[in-house]
């Protein structure tokens, strides 16, 4: 089953790279050529949960699985991100706007998806260490926690490797973000919006495969 979705997400993001080789021949301009570098990144995530998935079954070092966890919290953020990637949908000489529009939603799309993939899979990861409640909860934390860090991604421009390249400064801003909310009221409805919007995203997601597979058992 996991194999079919590898396929399956392989084929819509090749989709995704067509797209984008037509807009490219179409209208002359590699004007969205960074929407291919947020969708590999956006696959980070899920082959790293892949692979925890694979040393749980070999039951290999906790050790090793937890710093590959942690490399999964990391860029996780970089796969809903691409929603973001909206914010530059604006009409373009050389191209129709129903085009770009068609092309930057098959982006989203897919980083969602790779996401919420990775996530379900971490899900069970961590249900074999601890209660389904505490991992419901680390779920609504880790969208809050995302959601944060799609705003440092969008707006301050931070990146997932500054927090090994340029820690000081990436906390140092952090730190200045919480201390003065009232200065930053931008990240807080990002934050507050975004975190409603994957919850309930997901959450759907879930029901969506639960009410599948319910049916398919009748």
Not at 41 to 51: C, K, N, R, Y
Not at 85 to 112: E, V
Not at 180 to 187: C, E, K, L
Request: glycine share 4%.
């Amino acid at each position: 089953m996991v194999n079919r979705l590898i396929k399956t997400l392989a084929v819509t993001s090749a989709f995704c790279i067509i797209l984008l080789i037509v807009r490219i021949q179409w209208s002359g301009s590699i004007h969205y050529i960074f929407l291919s570098w947020n969708l590999f990144l956006a696959w980070i995530p899920f082959a790293l949960s892949i692979i925890i998935r694979d040393l749980k079954k070999e039951n290999r070092s906790l050790l090793l699985m937890s710093g590959l966890f942690c490399g999964w919290l990391l860029f996780f953020p970089n796969s809903p991100y691409l929603i973001t990637d909206l914010f530059h949908l604006h009409q373009k000489k050389g191209i129709p706007l129903w085009f770009d529009l068609i092309l930057i939603l098959s982006f989203a799309w897919n980083g969602l998806l790779l996401g919420f993939a990775s996530l379900i899979e971490i899900q069970r990861f961590l249900r074999s260490y601890f209660r389904a409640v505490i991992v419901n909860a680390f779920v609504v934390l880790l969208m809050i926690l995302c959601s944060f860090g799609i705003y440092l991604g969008r707006f301050p421009r931070w990146n997932s490797w500054d927090i090994l390249s340029n820690p000081v400064a990436l906390f140092s801003d952090i730190l200045q973000m919480c201390l003065h909310p009232a200065n930053n009221t931008r990240m807080i409805g990002v934050t507050f919006f975004f975190s409603l919007f994957l919850i309930a995203a997901y959450w759907t997601l879930l029901e969506m495969i639960r009410n599948f597979k319910t049916g398919q058992h009748e």
